[in-house]
């Protein structure tokens, strides 16, 4: 890790058109998985191979740029396929008692990559329709929206998608939640406060009848940190956004009542090194485990199933269980991203793109 700060102290300033151009094509990267994702999601297909192909996909994208630099790069968010009730998260270990898409899923695609440090994370949501297929359903949902501005008043808006039947609920909530995250974005300016696009969110979701799921937080991000200290939350502080910054929003409805949610039974497979601390473990296994983790995702999350090799997984899951244990005065070693629901029978959507606020105040989508 100190080796990859030491080439890159030279571009950590967003006025450097190289990280520029680091962003965008990182942005496209995200964009091209995500529509290669959807062509994926067909009836009866394994969560858990989908996932495996995202997460291919975008390291075979990663590798054809920049081959003759000594540039890092790779997934900063592994790829997550989360239907229905479930939030987010979602990434099986293996193929053991695998889920399969069925007609009528809300499918969340959720990923992310990184250049150089510099993080893109993107997400989408699509409906696997019984008389097409997932991505066409999308395609159509995309083509019908694109012609509006983002700009749009919440009261058109609300008026006209309020008319739409019961039976249209799906695609109604996806296409909501879609202009929701456009709206945000073209309200957020340079002075601007986080307070005023967290009553946004809130006050523009609520006029389509949906709420916003509890905790989803958008964050600042960094080169190497995908959650920095600014977050557009009503839990956070207020801080006002500026130039030269780069934040991911995310956008999460549901139509339950309230947009509570509860801890599945399912335990998380994503993880990330907690920085902040720094202690021995006392087992064989637990150092391993830190060990294998600083040598290949030291700052990133990513998923548990990629150390487990060569029968090692006794081995990485009592490691795992030392790491997740709080020391006494600390906090654990690893952040587990859980995976969270609302109540059985409704349902969440997300749309989520990363902005960059450039030297000018100029905001730019990197994901579309």
């Not at 959807?38 to 590798?63: A, F, P, R």
């Not at 946004?200 to 920095?228: A, P, T």
């Not at 929003?249 to 039974?265: A, E, K, V, W």
């Amino acid at each position: 890790m100190e080796d990859i700060k030491h080439m890159t102290n030279d571009l950590r300033n967003l006025n450097n058109p190289n990280i520029i151009d680091m962003y965008k094509i990182a942005g496209k990267i995200v964009g091209s998985t995500i529509q290669y994702i959807k062509t994926l999601c067909v009836k009866d297909t394994s969560i858990y191979e989908i996932c495996n192909k995202g997460d291919e996909y975008m390291l075979t994208e990663l590798q054809k740029i920049y081959k003759n630099k000594p540039i890092f790069k790779g997934i900063a968010f592994p790829c997550c396929i989360s239907v229905n009730e479930i939030v987010g998260n979602y990434s099986p270990i293996n193929n053991i008692n695998e889920t399969l898409l069925k007609t009528g899923d809300i499918i969340k695609i959720d990923l992310g990559v990184h250049i150089n440090g510099f993080v893109v994370v993107g997400a989408q949501t699509i409906l696997l329709s019984a008389s097409e297929t997932a991505s066409e359903t999308a395609s159509e949902t995309a083509s019908e929206t694109a012609s509006e501005t983002a700009s749009e008043t919440a009261s058109e808006t609300a008026r006209e998608t309020a008319s739409e039947t019961a039976s249209e609920t799906p695609t109604h909530l996806i296409d909501a939640c879609k202009k929701t995250l456009q709206h945000v974005i073209s309200k957020i300016n340079v002075g601007g406060n986080s307070n005023d696009i967290v009553q946004l969110i809130n006050n523009y979701s609520k006029q389509f009848g949906y709420n916003i799921v509890e905790g989803v937080l958008s964050h600042e991000m960094h080169q190497y940190i995908i959650d920095g200290k600014n977050a557009i939350s009503s839990e956070t502080p207020l801080f006002n956004f500026g130039c030269n910054q780069v934040y991911a929003i995310d956008i999460i409805l549901t139509d339950s009542p309230n947009g509570n949610t509860t801890i599945t039974p399912l335990n998380p497979t994503i993880y990330k090194r907690n920085l902040e601390e720094n202690y021995t473990l006392k087992t064989t296994s637990g150092r391993y485990l830190l060990s294998e983790i600083s040598k290949h995702y030291p700052v990133f999350p990513f998923n548990i199933k990629n150390l487990i090799v060569n029968n090692n997984e006794s081995t990485i899951k009592l490691g795992l269980y030392e790491s997740l244990k709080v020391k006494p005065g600390c906090n654990s070693l690893l952040q587990p991203y859980p995976i969270v629901q609302v109540k059985d029978g409704f349902n969440v959507v997300q749309f989520k793109t990363t902005i960059l606020i450039n030297n000018k105040g100029k905001v730019i989508p990197l994901v579309d």
